[in-house]
T-cell receptor, first 114, second 112 residues
């Protein structure tokens, strides 16, 4: 399960902090995704990048800012978060953004906002 | 718009018995259907998918799923459950236009 890695695995931050989540995929994929997973709720798709271009932004608050410097790396920059932003943040990648492509997930970053 | 429903929050089965985890969907046009499993402190792992062709799809770890177009269902099945199958299972659907949409998940517990 080393195809998609995420760091850190756990993060505790105050509402005024700035932090970044990192994702790296070693699969040669062209599409990358950020999801938010909260207890007893469906996964929420936050951002999609295809060939390093952002193609989806599902009404995510501006306190979340993604960055995709190349096809292997994806970041999620966090700034002035709220306690309700506490969740598991999952990164995923797929061969392409096409309909038949399954996604491969990293282990996630467990974020706690105090 | 596309949607997916997993009507059971929790499924309990005894080891060795068959298991079924239910999923129904709604899409415009032909669906692309997926099942994922999530073990504690891990990301989601892909199990199987239906794109086209045979309605019975076989996947990892002995799991299979049957696409039923008339009932808009894609239930996950395994003939003989193992304790190690205990995990959180997610059904997902997408269509030609929208990105993947996941269900809320079903927690499967297999008891010895």
């Amino acid at each position: 399960e080393t195809g998609v890695t995420q760091t850190p695995r756990h993060l505790v931050m105050g509402m005024t902090n700035k932090k970044s989540l990192k994702c790296e995929q070693h699969l040669g994929h062209n599409a990358m995704y950020w999801y938010k997973q909260s207890a007893k709720k469906p996964l929420e798709l936050m951002f999609v990048y295809s060939l390093e271009e952002r193609v989806e932004n599902n009404s995510v608050p501006s306190r979340f800012s993604p960055e995709c410097p190349n096809s292997s790396h994806l970041f999620l920059h966090l700034h002035t978060l709220q306690p309700e932003d506490s969740a598991l943040y999952l990164c995923a990648s797929s061969q392409a953004r096409g309909q038949s492509n399954e996604q491969f997930f990293g282990p996630g970053t467990r974020l706690t906002v105090l | 718009a596309q949607s997916v429903a997993q009507p059971e929050d929790q499924v309990n089965v005894a080891e060795g018995n068959p298991l079924t985890v239910k999923c129904t969907y709604s899409v415009s046009g032909n669906p692309y259907l997926f099942w994922y499993v999530q073990y504690p402190n891990r990301g989601l792992q892909f199990l199987l998918k239906y794109i086209t062709g045979d309605n019975l799809v076989k996947g990892s770890y002995g799991f299979e799923a049957e696409f039923n177009k008339s009932q808009t269902s894609f239930h996950l099945k395994k003939p003989s459950a193992l304790v190690s199958d205990s995990a959180l299972y997610f059904c997902a659907v997408r269509d030609m236009v929208n990105d993947m949409r996941f269900g809320a998940g079903t927690r499967l517990t297999v008891k010895p």
